[in-house]
């Protein structure tokens, strides 16, 4: 039986996970479930997606993602990447 293990376990997934250390100061607003996905939206990522990615449900990502939209005070997630994502003004 081989035991050896991957010196490097997560290293494939890490490269997926958005960037958490360069939060705005806003993101002090938001709870720990609201932080994990707030990267993902601000990154134009859809529901679905981030739900399968970080394993939760759809309606809970779309639940925690509607409490992020009133704590930053937008409508949606078109204006959250507009103001806080990885887009300039100019959508580059």
């Known amino acids: 039986m081989d035991t050896m293990k991957d010196p490097h376990p997560n290293e494939g997934t890490a490269l997926l996970q958005p960037q ?6 806003e993101a002090a607003l938001l709870d720990t479930e609201e932080r994990e996905v707030f ?7 859809t529901v679905p ?12 990502v779309k639940q925690i993602a509607g409490r992020i939209y009133r704590k930053l005070g937008v409508k949606n997630q078109a204006e959250l990447v507009y103001r806080y994502g ?4 100019e959508g580059h």
């Open 20 to 25: 958490l250390h360069d939060l705005p100061p």
């Open 49 to 60: 997606w981030i739900a399968e990615t970080i394993m939760r449900g759809k309606s809970e």
């Open 86 to 89: 990885v887009l300039d003004k």
């Open 39 to 45: 990267p993902w939206l601000r990154e134009f990522f």
